[in-house]
Nanobody
């Protein structure tokens, strides 16, 4: 059974940094696209960053230059380094990945809360 487990959330002051991690199990995730989404209070979930198996990355405009997605040395992990955090980055952050051959984001972690205080 595929499982994604996020960690690293917390409370930080504006301008600070956090590093989120996602550990995947139950699949060959080195072959998958993996992504980070977030859902701010009262808003819809949005894609923050994604990384392909080849290392190509993509970012939402709102986080470009501040966030960096990367794969860990263990290929079943993915990280999100978040710098220069702003109060509007406050959200529950989710790790996600598609099923093999799928174009949908099928697998989801339970989420980790990030709160940025002003």
């Amino acid at each position: 059974q595929v499982q994604l487990v996020e960690s690293g959330g917390g409370v930080v002051q504006a301008g600070g940094s956090l590093r989120l991690s996602c550990e995947a199990s139950g699949g060959t995730f080195s072959m998958f696209v993996m992504g980070w989404f977030r859902q701010p209070p009262g808003k819809e979930r949005e894609l923050v960053a994604a990384i392909t198996s080849g290392g190509t990355t993509n970012y939402a405009d709102s986080v470009k230059g501040r966030f960096t997605i990367s794969r860990g040395n263990a290929k079943n992990t993915v990280h999100l380094q978040m710098n220069s955090l702003k109060p509007e980055d406050t959200a529950v952050y989710y790790c996600s990945s598609p099923r093999p051959g799928s174009s949908n984001w099928d697998y989801w972690g339970q989420g980790t809360q990030v709160t940025v205080s002003s």
